[in-house]
Every structure is written in C-alpha cells, then in structure tokens.
C-alpha cells in the first residue's frame, strides 16, 4: 500500500500551495477516490465519468452506490455474460 500512494507523497510539496485553505482537503478526497478504485483494479477515468455522468440525474440517497466498491458490485452484476466463441457453439451443436 505504501508503494500506492509515493507518487502522492512526492508530490505534496508541490501540492502545499494549491490554492484556498480548503483545496487541500478536496485534493485529499479526489486522491483517496482514485487510490480507492486502484486498488478495487477500477480504471479511475472510467468510474470517475460514470459516476460524474450518472449523479446529476440521481436522488442524493443514491449515492452510497457510487462509492468504487458498491459501484464495481454493480458492475458485475449488470456485465453481460461473456460470449462463447462461435467455433465452441458449433462444436457443442455437432456433439449433440
């Protein structure tokens, strides 16, 4: 995990200036988010432009299902079903 978040930790210095008293914090939840989906193995831009599309549009009680593991259950639970080359459904269909 401490291997994750060095390129954070080198760049802090850069990032002690980043502008109002509470840019820090909001750079804090925007790193902590992508270190999240990181390690869930979530493309960060993916989940970040879904969520980003989808939340104008949502109830602020749905949120709890846009945090990256609750989105990432969901992703799973709507991904088709992986399609079967068409050589194995021919072969299926001569055996029987």
Known sequence: MENAIRP???GKKNW???GDAHAGARSAIIFTVIEACR???IDPFEYL???FTRMPSMAAKD???LVPEAWQKARRST?????KHP???L???LAA
């Open 63 to 65: 949120y709890p299902t």
């Open 49 to 51: 432009r879904d969520v």
């Open 8 to 10: 954070t930790a080198v």
């Open 91 to 93: 072969e299926a269909e």
């Open 87 to 89: 050589s194995v459904i």
């Open 79 to 83: 991904a088709p079903a992986p399609r």
């Open 16 to 18: 002690l200036f980043i």
């Open 39 to 41: 390690s869930r193995g």
